[in-house]
């Protein structure tokens, strides 16, 4: 009996798996879950699913260089760090069910989130503080530009409720980067909490 080539039988598993998704997202859509379109729930989802990827990755990196925190203003960076990281995981939870109530699937793991974060992990084994201060406040920028173009995804399918999440998001969001941006530009010696 003819075998069939391995590269023919690993497309026919990556197209099965293809169109399971599919039919789970049909699937949702017809128990009446959303009413937006399709075409919204395909290209909002994926673009959620970037940004929380993004922000758990964010979330760690930030209570990492809380953990591993040092020098003379350990306590002020200590806390900054604690309050920042609060706030990026307070965020997670509505960006993942935004996905869900458009009709989508969300992450399921930690190697799902490895596998699409854009924001880069820091496994040094030691960082200078303003070094870490300077590096979160660059990767909340870079946060900043991704939840801007989620918003103008939202925008092309009038998913108003995402749209105005995000709003709050890129406030907080600018809101951290302000206050690295302002810490990294005390004089030396200064109290930042003071
Ligand atoms: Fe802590």
Not at 29 to 42: C, F, K, Q, Y
Not at 110 to 116: E, L, V, Y
Not at 121 to 127: Q, R
Request: hydrophobic letters at 35%; glycine letters at 4%.
């Amino acid at each position: 009996m003819r075998r069939r080539p391995r590269v023919e039988v690993v497309s026919q598993t990556v197209n099965d798996k293809q169109e399971s998704k599919k039919t789970a997202l049909r699937a949702l859509r017809r128990s009446g879950i959303t009413d937006l379109s399709s075409e919204a729930t395909r290209d909002i989802s994926p673009a959620l699913n970037g940004l929380l990827a993004d922000v758990f990755a964010l979330y760690l990196k930030t209570k990492n260089f809380h953990w591993h925190m040092s020098g003379s203003h350990f306590r002020d960076y200590y806390l900054l760090l604690d309050e920042h990281g609060d706030q990026l995981y307070a965020t997670t939870d509505p960006i993942a069910e935004r996905v869900r109530k458009i009709g989508g699937i969300t992450l399921r793991s930690i190697g799902q989130i490895a596998r699409t974060q854009r924001i880069a992990d820091n496994d040094a084994e030691y960082v200078e503080p303003r070094d870490m201060l300077a590096e979160l406040r660059d990767d909340n920028l870079r946060l900043t530009s991704a939840m801007r173009e989620v918003h103008n995804t939202c925008d092309d399918y009038h998913d108003v409720a995402t749209a105005s999440l995000r709003e709050v998001w890129i406030d907080e969001t600018e809101q951290r980067t302000w206050f690295l941006y302002e810490v990294l530009h005390q004089p030396p010696g200064s109290n930042i909490c003071a």
